[in-house]
């Protein structure tokens, strides 16, 4: 017999009851540390006393009123979000999938109302994931999730994630934009080289296609900057960002310039959700604290301490760990025995949370306000975690 809830989700039966920081509690008292942050989403960690305030005393005056009128704590965040992006306008939605469809269409209206509605082809990597909507189903690359599910969406390609020659050689004139995640996430962890970024830049200026940088996952502080594209000194055309963006309140977005926002115009899209005033508050509340002086760079340096004290497990553990990869606090450990069984021991011999992702890999994700005291105490159940595997290999 089917279970209540719809089975589309492999669940670890194990429940929490609240949260304090990076720790979660489950109703018994079990304590565990929580460097799975709802996949990159908990930014700020559990219940940050700002945040609790921030939602309750939106909460107690006004929720919902739709996007038929203004909302001023959605105008406040959109002028924050321009402030402190490349982008000049922000369109508001509820989830990360969401953000890249609208910022394909924002793309492909772009070359039509350009003259040119021939470009609507996205030209996406290998490993990307981008969501589980019909649209973002072909844009993700991972055929598993498409089977069953009818015809393909057409209007979506891929290249290998890194290579320039291939990126170069897809852009014939029916492409309407580049979309690449600067950090994969979901795919295995690979940073893009800030080189890579940067001739990605050039290719879609040389071409006449826009640059989509989806940082639903990096983006959003995790790399120890707002934005992940920064460290590469370009920018991007569009941006896609959900995850900590709402520190765990549904919250997305899509950022775009003048130039790619020119074709759009009221009517053209829309979210009954979208920028709703509780939403709203909850990524105001997340963006006083990451824009607070200091707090990206202290993002910056826990984030060096930990690939720091990550490396030596690599030496310490030859037969487990192969290697360390990643940007900021997005951080995965290339395993060579099984990242499953290595994510079941952690939590439950060590009560710390990971996260699973493709090539084996075992995906670390703390909340941003994590201080080197966590990261001692996570490397340490690793360390025993990689042991104990070694032990049992043996
Ligand atoms: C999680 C994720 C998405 C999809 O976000 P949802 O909120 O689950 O729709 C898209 N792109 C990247 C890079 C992600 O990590």
Not at 155 to 171: P, Q
């Amino acid at each position: 017999m089917v279970t209540s809830v719809m089975p589309t989700y492999g669940r670890i039966d194990i429940a929490f009851e609240r949260g304090e920081g990076p720790y979660l509690y489950t109703a018994d008292g079990r304590r565990y540390l929580d460097f799975a942050a709802g996949i990159a989403t908990n930014s700020l960690g559990h219940c940050h006393p700002h945040l609790v305030q921030a939602l309750q005393e939106q909460a107690a005056k006004l929720w919902h009123v739709s996007n038929l009128y203004n909302i001023t704590e959605q105008q406040r965040l959109a002028d924050r979000l321009v402030a402190s992006s490349f982008a000049d306008t922000v369109f508001f939605c509820n989830s990360g999938a969401e953000a890249l469809e609208g910022s394909t269409k924002v793309a492909r209206r772009y070359h039509f109302h350009n003259g040119q509605p021939n470009r609507t082809r996205i030209v996406c990597c290998t490993h990307s994931f981008h969501g589980r909507t019909l649209g973002m189903l072909s844009a993700t690359d991972k055929e598993a999730y498409r089977e069953g599910f009818g015809p393909r969406v057409q209007g979506f390609s891929h290249v290998a994630f890194g290579n320039l020659n291939e990126m170069r050689a897809a852009m014939d004139d029916d492409v309407a934009a580049i979309l690449v995640e600067p950090v994969q996430g979901e795919g295995g962890v690979n940073a893009a080289s800030l080189d890579y970024l940067r001739a990605l830049r050039e290719i879609a200026d040389e071409f006449g296609v826009l640059l989509i940088f989806d940082e639903v996952q990096c983006g959003a502080g995790r790399t120890g900057k707002l934005w992940a594209y920064e460290w590469s000194g370009v920018a991007p055309d569009i941006l896609a960002s959900a995850k900590g963006l709402g520190g765990g309140f549904p919250v997305g977005a899509v950022l775009a310039s003048e130039k790619a926002a020119s074709g759009m115009k009221p009517g053209l899209h829309g979210s009954t959700f979208g920028g709703n005033p509780l939403a709203m508050a909850a990524a105001n509340a997340v963006l006083d604290v990451l824009l607070e002086p200091g707090f990206m760079e202290r993002v910056d340096q826990v984030a060096r301490y930990m690939w720091n004290q990550l490396l030596p497990l690599t030496t310490r553990h030859p037969d487990v760990i192969e290697d360390v990869r990643g940007a900021g606090l997005l951080l995965g450990l290339k395993l060579r025995s099984p990242n499953g069984e290595m994510m079941t021991r952690l939590r439950d011999d060590h009560k710390l949370l990971t996260v699973v992702a493709a090539e084996n890999v075992l995906r670390l994700l703390p909340p941003l306000t994590i201080d080197k005291t966590h990261v001692d105490e996570a490397v340490a159940a690793l360390d025993a975690a990689a042991a104990g595997v070694a032990r049992h290999a043996a």
